[in-house]
């Protein structure tokens, strides 16, 4: 009992790390020996130390995910947000699919070898529309949110098989949003929620920090200055195709490491590395250093890498492969 108190007070004063939370822009962390200068291995590398630390995986199936919209959302901006994650493991789509892209992260395996389910279900949806916490959250308010919604049960505390999205609206600000995160992964304190839950927040960066969040639908300063142009989002929205590409990494990093002692680089388990996070800013062949990679454009001029249900397109990172020792994804052109 002292022990996990202990371990409680270490972890709550920053709740996170950078390295639990996506930016999906390419930036180098020079300081990290395991990883170099880049982290932007699109070819096989033996410089990146991922091991399994002995804790679980998802893998009870299907994995029931369950949304919170918190905030004012426009419906148009939901359902790509929605298609995408009802595309996770839905077989009809052309290939390369999303489906094709979450089978790498379904190659991970725990102690039991029971690998991260390929099974996804869309399990319930819950609304915040008048942003019951105010529209400048704290990390420690996600996880406030997400004790309303089940105290009130709007969202059931699926602790077997459930994973759960806290998706912020435009307009509503969460603590290190755009300066240091555009999403982050963790799991919930029975001491505010009642039970150990997997969980993911991710923000809606239109009009606030799209630059930092929607890469790369929009670019940082310097990228622009260089020369670089933005791609087009596939669904015409750079702040809502943005965040799609950020919930996909959240969620692999959620699936693989979702206690934060299975599947990671590094020795500190408050700061891992994890399976997105080795592929930021790599969306086809020859991706990385500020190239996204090699990825389909359609007649519109919209660039994509997976096809999702009902004739959706979407554009997300690749992820780092424990058989190719590589990143990798379905849209590769070698």
Known sequence: MALAAAIVVLLLPGILTSAMAATPYPHGRGGDPLVGASKKYEGSSDLVDLRYHMGPVLSAAPLRLYVLWYGRW???????????????????????????????????ADQTLANVTRRVALAGEAADESASLGRSLSRLDIQRVLASAVAADRLPADARSGAYLVLTAPGVGVQDFCRAVCGFHYFTFPSLVGHT???AWVGHSGGRCADVCAYPFALPSYMSRSGMAALR??????????????????????????????WYAGEDPTAPTEIADLCEGVYGTGGGGGYAGKVAVDAQGRSWNVNGRKGRKFLVQWLWSPEAKACVGPNASD
């Open 74 to 108: 426009d419906p148009a901006h939901q359902a790509p947000v929605r298609d995408f994650l009802l595309s996770l493991s839905d077989p009809s789509p052309p290939r390369p699919s999303v489906a094709d892209w979450w089978a790498t992260a379904a190659l991970y």
């Open 197 to 199: 839950l997997p969980y």
């Open 233 to 262: 989002p596939p669904n015409g929205d750079a702040g809502v195709d943005g965040m799609v590409s950020v919930i996909a990494h959240e969620l692999a990093e959620l699936a693989t490491n979702p206690l934060v002692n299975a």
